[in-house]
């Protein structure tokens, strides 16, 4: 079975800017949750998806949205980018039944 | 949500037996304690998961005290591969629904 894989694995944007990141869920996965995870600090959740709703939503403004399609891959959209918006995105899906299974993030810069 | 406490940094070298502490005081009842292991520029990565007593798998071993007030991260004969942060988790039965909240973790760093 295929774990999680997102994409891109880098990205520099400008602030101001919007960006996307993608990310596909590990086989027979119907969750998938995002993370924001700031230099020396632990993840924090930004929000999760099951079967294509949102149900669950940390402490991060509007300008974080996503999206979840009918085959459990996600995307998390983040406009009007801001130096501290610069990060490790990660990934996290589950099948309701275990534990989560992480990607290996995307990094991303705002200059 | 259960707020968790342990120790920034440890020390270890190979070949020793690394005990990692996490303090939940006020952990509820129907909450499971669960550790992950993360390397740099990496996600986190599920290590282990338990209610009471000991768990053991084939990476580690978790200890928790009639009161569940703490638990014990046991790492047998540690390697340098093992220099990673180690992530205290409690809460709901990890699955649908239900986010995980990190704390800042220990950073593990193990020598020769």
């Known amino acids: 079975e295929t774990g999680v894989t997102q994409s891109p694995t880098h990205l520099i944007k400008t602030r101001g800017q919007q960006v996307t990141l993608r990310c596909s869920s590990q086989?027979?996965?119907?969750?998938v949750s995002w993370y924001q995870q700031a230099l020396g600090q632990g993840p924090q959740f930004i929000f999760q998806?099951?079967?294509?709703?949102?149900?669950g939503r940390g402490n991060f403004p509007p300008r974080f949205s996503g999206l979840q399609f009918p085959n459990y891959s996600s995307e998390l959209n983040v406009n009007a980018l801001e130096l501290d918006d610069s990060a490790l995105y990660l990934c996290?899906?589950?099948?309701?039944?275990?534990?989560?299974?992480f990607g290996s993030g995307t990094r991303l810069t705002v200059v | 949500l259960a707020k968790t406490t342990q120790p920034i940094s440890m020390d270890s070298y190979e070949g020793q037996e690394v005990n990692i502490t996490c303090s939940h005081n006020?952990?509820?009842?129907?909450?499971?304690i669960t550790w992950y292991q993360q390397f740099p520029s990496q996600g986190p990565r599920f290590i282990i998961q338990?209610?009471?007593t000991k768990v053991t798998n084939e990476v580690a071993s978790l200890f928790i005290p009639a009161d569940r007030k703490s638990s014990t991260l046991s790492l047998p004969r540690v390697s340098l591969s093992d220099t990673a942060v180690y992530y205290c988790?409690?809460?709901?039965?990890?699955?649908?629904?239900?986010?995980?909240?990190f704390g800042t973790g220990t950073q593990l760093k193990v020598e020769l």
């Open positions: 988790l409690v809460g709901g039965l990890t699955g649908g629904g239900n986010k995980l909240t």
């Open positions: 338990g209610y009471k």
């Open positions: 086989s027979g996965h119907n969750t």
């Open positions: 006020n952990i509820a009842t129907n909450d499971y």
């Open positions: 996290a899906s589950s099948s309701g039944t275990a534990g989560y299974t």
């Open positions: 998806y099951y079967r294509e709703e949102e149900n």
